[in-house]
Antibody, heavy 119, light 111 residues
Framework: QVHLVQSGAEVKKPGASVKVSCKAS????????IHWVRQAPGQGLEWMGR????????YYAQKFQGRVTMTRDKSITTAYMELTSLRSDDTAVYFC????????????WGQGTLVTVSS | QSVLTQPPSVSGAPGQRVTISCTGS?????????VHWYQQLPGTAPKLLIY???NRPSGVPDRFSGSKSVTSASLAITGLQAEDEADYYC???????????FGGGTKLTVL
């Protein structure tokens, strides 16, 4: 059974950075993209980017370029998303999501990680 | 402003049929990219409801169905039940953005 288990909630001050992890199990880690999607309180879903665990190739949404870095560690089947220069409007639940194709659906979601940015 | 446009809310009585539209453009749905639908209950991660326009994952009731036309797609729910009350999102791929795009979400209220 596929599982994506994310790290716990974080509280950060404006200007700080946050790194969220996503531990994958139940499938071959390298065979599926890991995407990151966020959801601000009461708002919709926003795609941040994706990483190919096999090649480490990544693509970021233009909005986040320069502030986001997605990485992976194949040895522990874990993907990471780091967001820097945090602002209050970065307060959101961050989800990792597994997909088999660049344009395909999300086949599995992590449980989400709440990141709160507050002074 | 979401790239894909959905109505903010729809409602229906138990047993009725409702539809949720998702309108895109020539760089996403109109370019032939598939549409997928998700159901999100409060405080939980979204759940895949319809993939590749019309397909239901195992375990999704056949009360849920999807369709796609030139630059839009629709989710239909028949025989509405109280447990269907949730937020629904459409998703596709956009070639100009080289990434996923989502609709703004539609809140379904079962009266």
């Amino acid at each position: 059974q596929v599982h994506l288990v994310q790290s716990g909630a974080e509280v950060k001050k404006p200007g700080a950075s946050v790194k969220v992890s996503c531990k994958a199990s139940g499938y071959t880690f390298s065979d599926y993209y890991i995407h990151w999607v966020r959801q601000a309180p009461g708002q919709g879903l926003e795609w941040m980017g994706r990483i190919n665990p096999k090649t480490s190739g990544r693509y970021y949404a233009q909005k986040f370029q320069g502030r986001v870095t997605m990485t992976r560690d194949k040895s522990i089947t874990t993907a990471y998303m780091e967001l820097t220069s945090l602002r209050s409007d970065d307060t959101a639940v961050y989800f990792c999501a597994r997909g088999s194709a660049v344009a395909g659906p999300v086949e599995n979601w992590g449980q989400g990680t709440l990141v709160t940015v507050s002074s | 402003q979401s790239v894909l446009t959905q109505p903010p809310s729809v409602s229906g009585a138990p047993g009725q049929r409702v539809t949720i539209s998702c309108t895109g453009s020539s760089s996403n749905i109109g370019a032939g990219y598939d549409v997928h639908w998700y159901q999100q209950l409060p405080g939980t991660a979204p759940k895949l409801l319809i993939y590749v326009n019309t397909n239901r994952p195992s375990g999704v009731p056949d009360r849920f169905s999807g369709s796609k036309s030139v630059t839009s797609a629709s989710l239909a729910i028949t025989g509405l039940q109280a447990e269907d009350e949730a937020d629904y999102y459409c998703q596709s791929y956009d070639s100009s953005l080289s990434g996923w795009v989502f609709g703004g979400g539609t809140k379904l209220t079962v009266l």
